[in-house]
């Protein structure tokens, strides 16, 4: 089964010389990437594998970066100060197989002193942040390689200015001057760019790098696969490694007089693997069969797991009770967690974060296993901040008009509205006590984090609801300041009862409404909304055929295709309320890029024996065309 790789943005890195800087006007030529393959590790297995992108040009990929995207300080996207500089709209591309962007760097003060170096060719590399989209299409691993897996859509999100190359693999050259024709494609002249010479040598530094990392890490006993994904040099690597082992004392072998001292080989990554692989088993996660690895652990607490992983970081437990064992684990056997990221942290084996990680996915189950009616008629959008987001609708053309001979053909008008709307934080915090922890409550710990993920899709149904019942079931204020369901709006029948015949003056409205330029939209309905109290009713108008009566309401075949959707949501609005739409999805669902679903992250609580993890959901609902929908307010 192929594993997804984690929703946070990703990283490769680039150089570039500073031949092409502009010091007047502050701009400068860059290569952001080669489109090299780079090994990487999968976060929820641990064993590695080749990412590929395809690199063949498309608008779809940059439009981030031709908007303007940011050019940020090492990936800092949480301060404003760490902007030094933004991408030169439109100048982002993507030429055989290579990627290249001119940003403008900031005059501001505060960065002077970064723009300084860069415009010195100190600082050179360049890092791109990106997101892959979708399942990659995976090739079988060889023997002694990794598999392939290759993603064919994936979107730039920023470039970042940066050190160290997290991607030693993606070693590029200055972007030459060039002049293009528009009928001609691009060339790259051959003096001063060899591209399968640049894949070639970055290819083999790469390769050179993760080999030199994995047998130092093989040879000392020491977890290095966070460094192998990470912007380490193999210097810095070999600095950890003696501080590591220092800091900790070898495992001695004592026969009679003899001693012998040996360093014990490190399987962090396997155990953490499988003592994962054991919680999700035993806690009833779907899909999880019990790997070799898991197997090991499946029989042991929670105790005697975290302390399985102590021993693994060399930590003597040795003369610990449960309770020092319970307390130690839950810090982390490198101190406070707090002061450590949640990568740097799982590199160690620390049991918060692999509970963080089990949690996360017992969440997610439990947001997949709500219902989501909204989505008959609403539709997903990404958003990349908390500011205020715009949808615009525009109009349509009118019939074209006749043309005499020696006339002059008019201006076409379309016009347009627009809709805004805020995405919102949604969250709450899961503690883990010690008392849990000791007492093995895996079942209540994953009852606890199923409960979230439904309580994080309730929230996500509340927002789609409200978009009906804001303002006493007028719904949400459009753009034009009146309420959704206005008799302005044309999408406000007469109170009567649900049936057929009462239907077909729904239906009309619908059939006449016009759009901003005074076309017909013509639109037919596909789907009835009702509450669980006309759930009945709604099914026999659909399905009267089936149900032989002589009941009004049971018109045969009149609205068979109609496709009922029942949410008792609206039970409080209104027992007599309906609504006919069409089958265009009218309703925005508005999430936070990186939080397309809820996520659970990890924190320290000092003043109490135990571990929150915090629940959290970015959402927002806006209804963008009132001319989609009918309500009638029943009777």
Known sequence: MTKRTPPDLIQRAATFEPASFDAEARTIDLVWSTGADVERSDWSTGSRFIERMNMKPSDGKLARLNAGAPLLDSHNSMSSSAIIGAVVPGSAAIRNGMGYATVRLSGAADVSNAVMKIGEGILRNVSFGYRLIGEPTVTAAKKGAPEVREWAEWEAHELSMVPIPADAGAQTRAMPAQVESPMSEPTVPANVIDLDAVRAEAKATERTRVSAINDLGKRHGVDVAAFVDGDKSVDAVRAHILDSLAAKSAVQDVQGTHRAASVKTDHADQVRAGIANAIEFRAGLKGVTLTDAGR????????????????????????????????????????????????????????????????????????????????????????????????????????????????????????????????????????????????????????????????????????????????????????????????????????????????????????????????????????????????????????????????????????????????????????????????RKWIEIGKLAGYESPMIEMIEQKDADQIGYKARYFVAAKAMDWRQVVRNPGA
């Open 296 to 583: 090991a652990h499946a029989q042991l607490s929670l105790v005697r797991m975290a302390e399985t992983m102590l021993r693994q970081q060399g930590v003597d437990v040795s003369t610990m009770g449960n309770r020092e064992i319970a307390r130690m684990a839950m810090r982390g056997a490198g101190g406070d967690l707090s002061q450590r990221s949640f990568a740097g942290a799982m590199a160690t084996g620390d049991f918060p974060f692999l509970l963080a990680n089990v949690a996360n996915k017992f969440l997610l189950e439990g947001y997949a296993a709500e219902p989501m009616s909204h989505e008959a008629f609403s539709y997903s959008r990404t958003v990349s901040d908390l500011k205020q987001v715009s949808g615009v609708r525009l109009g349509s053309i009118a019939a074209l008009p006749k043309v005499v001979e020696g006339a002059e053909y008019t201006y076409a008008a379309t016009g347009e509205e627009r809709e805004v709307y805020t995405v919102a934080k949604y969250g709450a915090i899961l503690p883990f006590t010690m008392e849990a922890f000791i007492n093995d409550d895996l079942g209540g710990f994953k009852i606890e984090a199923d409960e979230m993920g439904r309580a994080a899709a309730r929230a996500e149904l509340g927002v789609a609801y409200s978009v009906f019942t804001d303002n006493a079931g007028g719904g949400q204020t459009m753009g034009d300041g009146n309420d959704l369901f206005t008799v302005g709006h044309l999408n406000l029948d007469s109170a009567t009862a649900l049936s057929a015949a009462n239907l077909d003056t729904a239906r009309t409205l619908l059939r006449n409404q016009t759009d901003l330029t005074g076309n017909f939209v013509g639109s037919a309905p596909a789907i009835l909304l009702v509450n669980s109290a006309l759930e009945g009713v709604a099914d026999r108008i659909v399905n009267g055929s089936y149900f032989p009566t002589t009941d009004a309401t049971a018109t045969i075949g009149a609205y068979r295709s109609l496709q009922v959707v029942v949410e008792p949501r609206l039970n409080a609005l209104s027992a007599t309320v309906f609504y006919l739409m069409t089958a």
